[in-house]
């Protein structure tokens, strides 16, 4: 049960009554009392009346005798509430047998598409490429265990004209020397020979442009040679994702060329629909709102003066497929900030074409940047862009060594794993407990510390945890009773409680650093009850209330985490 939608609950009739209209009683936890509740100040200057007698009115009316030890009024007219300690450990208790842990299955599931990672065959993928990959999946598992159908696109960049001189690439190299080339991971190597080539060598620019229509052509010889170009790119892409922990497989990938056939009646249904105008050759839709700094319109160009598809065509293509075929009606696209004004553009033209209508609805969920310790974009000492397998093995690297020296007694194996997690972990809260819009410096030492709110703290949080079950030898009773009489046992309980709300939260807001910034307070939380309250040394029914705690916080904290994508290790 959400405590404070309880006490908005009870308020608002009595506000309501007070005023004749309804208001909004904004509850708020509050470092003066448990909540606290500071509309009878502003209600006060609508009715002309002070305010601690709008506020001591307002009590009067209020049904909170069951959920309240103590309601005043305080300072110029604030509420101040206090849970009752039997309410607050009946929601501890509730929460202790719920496998759910208070977060409910939504009561109306949605189809969801989430638009995320989307490298492009045959490079590299480098550190642009984690926000995307980490914000994206964190979505993923989210929505899913709220129940929604999530369906993952994996948006690949498999098509257009850099492939004629990819293939022509392949095609000299020979299929089993460039197989096993591509096969080793260094995709970039290969672009680059590719590149090279077309630049110096007009004969196979030649050769390149006629493969490019070979491959719009359908040509068999072209498509199997390019059908291996994906294949081996889309094998790297899934050692990668499988070092980072992420849930997209081979079953995600969905290229832009699974969208060619689509294009041209994109463009058709357009035209017949009347939203089509010619610009400078091209084929564009106005979509209303949409100007330049000086004020003219801009055109989302949907088909271009040489009759090539763009961006656009394939994104509309996507939207009509995703809300069609697969009755989606909440379309996510994680992808950067700067792509902000493009994606506002494709779905008013969507909106316009009657293939965007509610319920469906979509929505651009973008990012910042990951910066260096001088405040630029992030590159590598070459000034080129950073590896993401690079950036992962050294996050890896970094955490197991410090594994071994925090903990000599682990095990080779255990040491490895606990790095891997460790590492992998930093790398993914870090981006997601920044907010999102924002963005952030890549800093290893603060990323693996053990204090403040990074990963390392809440994963040690968790294994501290483990091991108090351990040095006990016992499991908690889930169904012992809960008694809260020390105040960091009442702080404890208060974060606990709060899980459901949060989750709820960023499940609409996709905000996950309010997600993060939960489970770093619930863990310091914690600290501060382990530190005060004895547990093991604690006798009888006091004894089996904290380990009820200690059980619930760390099924919280391992839930929580698991959401954001990060393992959490028995020990540490």
Not at 111 to 132: C, F, Q, W
Not at 287 to 296: L, Q, W
Not at 465 to 485: D, H, T, W
Not at 508 to 520: K, T
Request: glycine share 8%; aromatic share 8%.
């Amino acid at each position: 049960m959400d405590l404070e939608k309880l006490l908005t609950d009870r308020l608002a009739p009595a506000f309501a009554t007070v005023a004749g209209v309804p208001v909004d009683p904004v509850v708020r936890r509050s470092p003066r009392a448990d909540f606290q509740s500071d509309a009878a100040l502003a209600l006060a200057r609508r009715l002309g009346r002070p305010p601690r007698d709008v506020a001591a009115e307002v009590l009067e009316y209020a049904d909170l005798a069951d959920v309240c030890s103590v309601a005043e009024v305080s300072g110029p007219g604030f509420l101040n509430l206090t849970v009752a300690d039997a309410v607050l450990a009946g929601l501890v208790s509730a929460l202790a047998t719920d496998p759910r842990l208070g977060v409910p299955v939504a009561a109306e599931p949605e189809t969801v598409v989430i638009d995320y990672s989307a490298p492009n065959v045959a490079k590299e993928m480098h550190v642009g490429h984690l926000r995307s990959t980490v914000i994206g999946d964190a979505a993923a598992r989210l929505l899913e265990w709220l129940g929604h159908r999530v369906l993952r696109a994996n948006h690949l960049g498999d098509w257009g004209t850099p492939f004629g001189m990819l293939i022509e690439h392949l095609a000299d190299l020979g299929e089993a020397e460039a197989a096993h080339e591509l096969s080793m991971g260094d995709l970039d190597s290969f672009y680059k020979a590719a590149r090279a080539k077309f630049d110096a060598d007009e004969a196979f620019a030649e050769r390149s442009r006629r493969r490019v229509v070979a491959l719009q052509g359908g040509d068999p010889v072209t498509l199997r040679l390019w059908r291996l170009l994906v294949e081996q790119s889309e094998q790297y892409f899934l050692t990668v994702y499988d070092r980072l922990d992420v849930t997209l497989t081979e079953r995600d990938f969905h290229g832009e060329s699974s969208y060619n056939d689509l294009l041209a009646p994109v463009v058709e249904d357009l035209g017949r629909l009347g939203l089509l105008r010619e610009s400078e050759g091209a084929a564009c839709v106005f979509p209303p709102g949409s100007v330049g700094r000086g004020g003219e319109p801009l055109p989302l160009i949907v088909r271009k003066s040489d009759g090539g598809y763009g961006y656009a065509a394939t994104d509309l293509a996507a939207i009509r497929q995703r809300t069609d075929a697969l009755g989606a009606t909440r379309l996510l696209y994680v992808v950067g900030l700067p792509q902000r004004r493009h994606f506002e553009m494709v779905y008013a033209v969507a909106a316009q074409a009657g293939w965007l209508s509610p319920p469906a609805r979509a929505e651009h969920v973008g990012f910042g940047s990951i910066l260096g310790s001088d405040g630029r974009m992030l590159r590598s000492r070459a000034g080129g862009s950073v590896k993401l397998v690079g950036l992962l093995e050294e996050a890896i690297a970094r955490a197991t060594a410090l594994a071994r020296d925090r903990n000599p007694e682990l095990g080779e194996a255990e040491a490895a794993e606990v790095g891997r997690a460790v590492g992998i972990g930093a790398i993914k809260y870090a981006d997601l407990s920044n907010d999102r819009h924002r963005d952030y410096v890549l800093d290893w030492e603060r990323m693996l510390s053990l204090d403040g709110n990074t990963a390392p703290y809440l994963q040690y949080a968790y294994s501290r945890i483990q091991s108090i079950f351990r040095r006990a030898g016992v499991a908690a009773r889930p169904e012992a009773a809960v008694s809260l009489a020390e105040p960091a046992e009442r702080a404890l309980a208060f974060e606990l409680v709060g899980f459901g709300r949060v989750v709820g939260e960023v499940a609409e807001n996709l905000e996950f650093h309010h997600l993060a910034g939960y489970l770093y307070r619930l863990a310091a939380a914690f600290s501060a009850f382990y530190e005060r309250c004895p547990v093991l040394r604690a006798e009888g029914p006091v004894r089996d209330s904290r380990l009820v705690l200690c059980d619930l916080t760390a099924r919280v904290l391992r839930q929580g985490l698991h959401l954001l994508g990060i393992r959490t290790p028995e020990r540490m």
